[in-house]
C-alpha cells in the first residue's frame, strides 16, 4: 500500500468510526479507596458495610447496613447489592472519579437506568421485578421462571433468584444469577455487554469458564451512562433472525439478549419441542422474538435507526452497524430486566388502549387510529 493509499484508508476508517456506534468500555475508574479496603480495618472499626438498607447517601457516602467485621471478596467494601444502591433517588452516584450506576433506589427513582430498578419489587409487588437476593425474598406467585427452560437443573437460578448463594446456585445467585462472570476492571478479554454471559456448557461454573472463547455472551455496544438519558445516544443489542434449536447452545450461536433471557425462559422464545415454542411464522403462538421487524406494512412506519423509541427498543443483527433491515424484536422491547414500575417488568402501561407512537402501537401502527 502506498503512503496516499494508507492516508486514504485511514480517512475512510476514521470516517466509518465516527458513523458508528462504538463501545465506551466499562472499566471502573476513581481512587482505589471508594470500592476496596486493605485489611476491612480502620481505627480499629471495619470498613465493610453490608445488610439490608445499605446504599450510596446523598454525601456519596456508604450507609444504612451495618458495619461488618467479615472481610469480602476482592477486598471490596461492600457487596454487588449495597454499592449498587442508594437510598436517594439519584441513579448515578458520583464519588471522586467514580460513577456508580444505580440500581436498587430505596426511594423512587428518578430517571431510571436502561434495566429499570429494583425499587418496586422491593416494595413488595412481586410483579414489578425479578425477586433477587439481598432484595427481595422468594416470588410469592412464581415458583419457577414462567417457560423454565425444562432441560436445566432443578433447584436453581432457574428457580429462584432470591436464594442465597449456596452450591445449588454455584454460589452465585441473586445479582450473579444473571451477571455470573463481572469483570469490573477490564472489557477488554471479558467483552461481555453488562457482564451478561452463560456458563459454558459445564457441570460445574469454574472460573475458567469465564474464558472469551466459548463464545456464550451478549454482544453490544454500551451507552455510557446505562441511558440514564436516551436523548443523546443509547444501547445497541444483539439481535438475530433464529428459531433455536438447542438450548445448550443458542446463546453461543447468535450471542442475542433474547438467548440470554431464554436461558431460563427458553419455552417463549423457542425451542420447538412440543409446538409449545413461539412457532416460526405467523400467525405466531407466542409474541415473536429474535425476528426481523418488517420494513413493510405497518412496521414500515418506525425506522429505529432515524427515530429511535427508547421505551420499545429493538435489536440489531450487527449491533456496532445499524441497518434498519436488520433490526429485530427482542425480550428488552417490552419488558425492563430488573424491574419497573408496571406488572410483569413491563416497559409501558399495557392496561390502557394505548396511543399512537406509544407501547405496542410503536410498531402495530395500524391497530389503531387515534
Ligand atoms: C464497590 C462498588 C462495586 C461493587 C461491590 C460492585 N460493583 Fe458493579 N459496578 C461498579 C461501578 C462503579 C460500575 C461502573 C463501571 C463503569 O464505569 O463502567 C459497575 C458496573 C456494573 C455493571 C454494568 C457493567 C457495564 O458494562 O456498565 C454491572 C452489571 C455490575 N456492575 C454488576 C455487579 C455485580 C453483579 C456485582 C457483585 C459481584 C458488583 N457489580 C459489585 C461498582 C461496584
Ligand atoms: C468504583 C469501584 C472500584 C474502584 C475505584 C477500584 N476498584 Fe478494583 N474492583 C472493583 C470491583 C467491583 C472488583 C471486583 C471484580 C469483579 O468481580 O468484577 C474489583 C477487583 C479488583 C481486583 C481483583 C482482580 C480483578 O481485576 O478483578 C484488584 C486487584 C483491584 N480491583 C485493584 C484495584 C486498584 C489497585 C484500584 C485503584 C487503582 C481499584 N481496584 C479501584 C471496584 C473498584
Ligand atoms: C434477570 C437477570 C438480571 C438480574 C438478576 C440482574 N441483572 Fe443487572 N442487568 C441485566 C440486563 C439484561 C442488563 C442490561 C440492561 C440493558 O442494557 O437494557 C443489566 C444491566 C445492569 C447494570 C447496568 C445499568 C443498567 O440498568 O443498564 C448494572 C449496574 C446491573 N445490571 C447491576 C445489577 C445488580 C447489582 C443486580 C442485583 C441487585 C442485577 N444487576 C441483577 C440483567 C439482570
Ligand atoms: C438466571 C435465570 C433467569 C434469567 C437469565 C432471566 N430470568 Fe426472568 N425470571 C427468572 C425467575 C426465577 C423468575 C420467577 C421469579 C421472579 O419473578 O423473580 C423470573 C420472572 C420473570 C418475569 C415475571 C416477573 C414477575 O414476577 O411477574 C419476567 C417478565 C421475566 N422474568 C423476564 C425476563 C427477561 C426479559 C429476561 C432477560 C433479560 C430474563 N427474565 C432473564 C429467572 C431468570
Ligand atoms: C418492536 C416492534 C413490536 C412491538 C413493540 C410489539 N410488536 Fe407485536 N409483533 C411485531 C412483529 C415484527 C411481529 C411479527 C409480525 C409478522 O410475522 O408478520 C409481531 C407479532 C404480533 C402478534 C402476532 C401476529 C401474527 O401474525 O401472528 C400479535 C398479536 C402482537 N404482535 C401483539 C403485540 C402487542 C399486544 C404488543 C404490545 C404488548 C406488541 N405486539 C408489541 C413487532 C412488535
Ligand atoms: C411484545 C411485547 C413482549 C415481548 C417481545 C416479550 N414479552 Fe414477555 N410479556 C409481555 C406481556 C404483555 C406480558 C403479560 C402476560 C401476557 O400477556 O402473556 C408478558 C409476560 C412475561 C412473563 C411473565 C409470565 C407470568 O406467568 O407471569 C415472562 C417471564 C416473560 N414475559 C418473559 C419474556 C421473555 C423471556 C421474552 C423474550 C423471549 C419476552 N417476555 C418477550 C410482553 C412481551
Not at 456458563?199 to 441511558?227: A, I, M, N, Q
Request: hydrophobic letters at 30%; charged letters at 15%; a negative charge.
Amino acid at each position: 500500500m502506498s503512503g496516499i493509499e494508507r492516508v486514504f484508508m485511514v480517512t475512510v476508517t476514521l470516517l466509518l468510526a465516527l458513523s458508528v456506534p462504538s463501545y465506551t468500555g466499562a472499566a471502573v475508574s476513581g481512587p482505589c479507596s471508594n470500592c476496596h479496603t486493605m485489611h476491612n480495618s480502620q481505627d480499629g472499626s471495619p470498613v465493610v458495610r453490608d445488610g439490608t438498607g445499605v446504599g450510596w447517601n446523598d454525601s456519596a457516602v456508604l450507609s444504612g447496613g451495618s458495619l461488618s467485621s467479615t472481610p469480602k471478596n476482592r477486598l471490596l467494601v461492600t457487596s454487588c447489592v449495597g454499592c449498587h444502591s442508594s437510598s436517594t433517588s439519584q441513579t448515578i452516584i458520583s464519588k471522586a472519579g467514580s460513577n456508580i450506576p444505580i440500581v436498587y433506589n430505596t426511594t423512587v427513582p428518578v430517571n431510571p437506568l436502561a434495566g429499570g430498578n429494583f425499587y418496586w419489587v422491593a416494595q413488595g409487588d412481586d410483579t414489578k421485578g425479578h425477586n433477587v437476593y439481598g432484595i427481595a425474598g422468594a416470588d410469592g406467585n412464581l415458583a419457577t421462571a414462567p417457560g423454565r427452560n425444562p432441560a436445566a437443573c432443578s433447584n436453581s437460578c432457574h428457580d429462584t433468584l432470591a436464594a442465597a448463594p449456596s452450591a445449588n446456585n454455584y454460589n452465585r445467585g441473586g445479582c450473579q444469577g444473571c451477571h455470573l462472570f463481572t469483570s469490573h476492571h477490564d472489557d477488554v478479554n471479558y467483552p461481555w455487554y453488562r457482564f451478561l454471559k452463560g456458563h459454558g456448557p459445564g457441570p460445574g461454573l469454574t472460573l475458567d469458564e469465564s474464558r472469551k472463547e466459548l463464545g456464550d455472551y451478549v454482544v453490544g455496544v454500551e451507552d455510557d451512562d446505562w441511558e440514564q438519558e436516551t436523548t443523546v445516544d443509547h444501547n445497541y443489542y444483539k439481535g438475530a433472525v433464529a428459531t433455536y434449536t438447542n438450548d445448550g447452545t443458542s446463546l453461543t450461536n447468535y450471542q442475542s439478549i433474547t438467548a440470554f433471557c431464554s436461558g431460563c425462559h427458553s419455552v417463549f422464545h423457542g425451542p420447538e419441542r412440543n409446538g409449545d415454542g413461539m412457532g416460526s411464522a405467523s400467525p405466531w403462538i407466542r409474541h415473536p422474538t429474535d425476528i426481523a421487524l418488517p420494513v413493510t406494512g405497518e412496521f414500515a412506519s418506525y425506522d429505529p435507526v432515524t427515530n429511535y423509541n427508547a421505551e420499545t427498543p429493538v435489536a440489531w443483527i450487527n449491533p456496532a452497524n445499524p441497518a434498519r433491515s436488520e433490526a429485530t424484536v427482542m425480550c428488552l422491547t417490552c419488558h425492563r430486566p430488573h424491574g419497573s414500575d408496571q406488572p410483569d417488568m413491563l416497559r409501558w402501561d399495557y392496561s390502557t388502549a394505548g396511543t399512537q407512537g406509544t407501547g405496542c402501537l410503536t410498531c402495530h401502527s395500524s391497530k389503531r387510529s387515534n
